[in-house]
């Protein structure tokens, strides 16, 4: 079955940068559009990042513009999002997700995993 685990979360300092992977099993990876989200206690799931299967086009919500990077290496059928200058409302669980579909913030892809958290303290 599909299967989507992340890890590099943690804590960090306010500016401070993470680097999360997704590594991606039971579905052929370079098929498949990937994404992160990210949901904060007591708040709805955001988009946070979304990356084509070639990883030729990204999108990134304009909260984490300029400072998060997606990408992708299909031999290794991983995704990534590097997270640079990290403020205390990037605190959140951030989960990647896989779709045949392109990956909009208001996507709801089938395949999720189960979630890294991420804090950043002030």
């Known amino acids: 079955q599909v299967q989507l685990v992340e890890s590099g979360g943690g804590l960090v300092q306010a500016g401070g940068s993470l680097r999360l992977s997704c590594a991606a099993s039971?579905?052929?990876?370079?098929?498949?559009?990937m994404g992160w989200f990210r949901q904060a206690p007591g708040k709805e799931r955001e988009f946070v990042a979304a990356?084509?299967?070639?990883?030729?086009?990204?999108y990134y919500a304009d909260s984490v513009k300029g400072r998060f990077t997606i990408s992708r290496d299909n031999a290794k059928n991983t995704a990534y999002l590097q997270m640079n200058s990290l403020k205390p409302e990037d605190t959140a669980v951030y989960y990647c997700?896989?779709?045949?579909?392109?990956?909009?913030?208001?996507?709801?892809?089938?395949?999720w995993g189960q979630g890294t958290q991420v804090t950043v303290s002030s």
């Open positions: 997700a896989a779709d045949h579909r392109g990956i909009l913030p208001t996507s709801s892809p089938p395949y």
């Open positions: 039971g579905l052929t990876f370079s098929s498949y559009n």
């Open positions: 990356i084509s299967w070639v990883g030729r086009s990204t």
